[in-house]
């Protein structure tokens, strides 16, 4: 199911501030939700992507022949029929997004909603990490990341039955994924995330997962859903955001660090690390446990602030007040800060034939 709500403002006594009269319509603010419309299990060994029904996440940390993030989990929701297409990326003005899972094993890894650097991570063998230092809390998080594609592979030609890799540069497995977990430059270039903890480089993902009924710490329970809310601070990932809506879809890849032996059945041993209800599952569709994602866009100019079809003084009063709640919708020049240069940038705007 889709839903997609419209938002309405009612506002008085700000006639004067008109300089102008209802114009065409040139803007929507869309809040939408939708559940995934693709999910893949991405890792070396899985033998039927695309239809299980569940997806773990865990790490080969430091570990030659493998990625880092060794298990990933990748998520795609359709917004074509949510979100106008074919735009110019410009035109798409993301105010939030959120990407919910849940788990679906009962108290086998700890929560703790904070990064962890790249030097808290140990070897998976010996000799142990010389540059090791102790990791300040309990458990590992679970991280939101966009996707990136190689292999010639694009968000348009690549599937959930999409093989998993060729010409690794470390046989059997390592930095050969078609698709995976990335970061992005400015431009929305995406850059692989997989190996970092070799490369000894800290990278930022899009979201950490957080649950506000647990404390770090906690053994997570099953049915324990986590929101990822993406920081829109990053340029490249609102770049990233806005190319995705313009072609109709978003992507996502759920990882985590947490250290498991590989093989055909995924990390061998005690399952300390997360396991997620798949779209498939039955008892998700069931219970309404399927990744899912919200998202409120703003689509082409911000000058029909309320997305009503006209721009008049009602856009005027909404800006207005959003900007003194502190909105985040009302960041009209998106760089994650609420001051006169969005002010500058709306009445520009609204001011524009």
């Known amino acids: 199911m889709f839903r997609i709500t419209a938002r309405t403002t009612t506002c008085f006594g700000i006639a004067a501030c008109l300089t102008a009269g209802v114009t065409a319509a040139d803007a929507q603010l869309i809040e939408a939700e939708a559940p995934a419309t693709l999910d893949r299990w991405m890792y070396p060994f899985n033998g039927s992507p695309g239809t299980r029904l569940s997806s773990s996440t865990f790490g080969a940390p430091r570990l030659e022949g493998f ?44 929560y ?103 404390t770090p710490g906690d053994l997570v329970p099953f049915d ?18 806005r190319e995705s809506l313009s072609a109709g879809e978003l992507r996502f890849g759920i990882t985590s660090l947490h250290p498991a032996s590989g093989g055909p059945d995924g990390g061998s041993g005690d399952p300390s690390y997360p396991i997620w209800y798949t779209r498939e599952n039955p008892i998700a569709q069931i219970l309404g446990l399927q990744p899912r994602l919200e998202i409120v866009v703003r689509v082409g100019s911000a000058a029909d602030y309320n997305g009503d079809g006209q721009r008049n003084f009602f856009d005027i009063s909404t800006f207005i007040a959003d900007f003194n709640a502190g909105n985040p919708a009302a960041d009209v020049n998106t760089d994650c800060l609420l001051n006169f240069f969005d002010i500058s940038a709306f009445i520009a705007e609204f001011n524009t034939p």
């Open 224 to 241: 324990s859903t986590f929101a990822f809310e993406v920081n829109l601070c990053d340029p490249g990932t609102r770049a990233y955001l």
């Open 112 to 214: 703790d909603p904070t990064y962890d650097n790249q030097n808290t991570y140990d070897n998976q063998e010996e000799p142990p990490y010389p540059g090791l230092v102790p990791d300040p809390d309990a458990g590992r998080p679970v991280s939101l990341w966009g996707i990136g594609y190689r292999e010639g592979y694009t968000l348009q030609t690549w599937t959930e039955t999409t093989p998993f890799g060729f010409n690794p540069t470390v046989p059997p497995a390592q930095g050969a994924r078609t698709a995976f977990g990335a970061v992005f430059d400015p431009a929305g270039t995406p850059i692989d995330i997989s190996n970092h903890l070799k490369a000894e480089i800290d990278r930022t993902p899009l979201a950490i997962g957080r649950n506000p009924d647990l």
């Open 67 to 110: 990625d880092d993030h060794d298990a990933q989990f990748i998520v795609g929701f359709r917004t074509d029929s949510l979100v106008p297409t074919g735009l110019a990326a410009s035109a798409y003005r993301v105010v939030s997004a959120t990407v919910y899972a849940t788990v679906s094993n009962d108290a086998q890894f700890r």
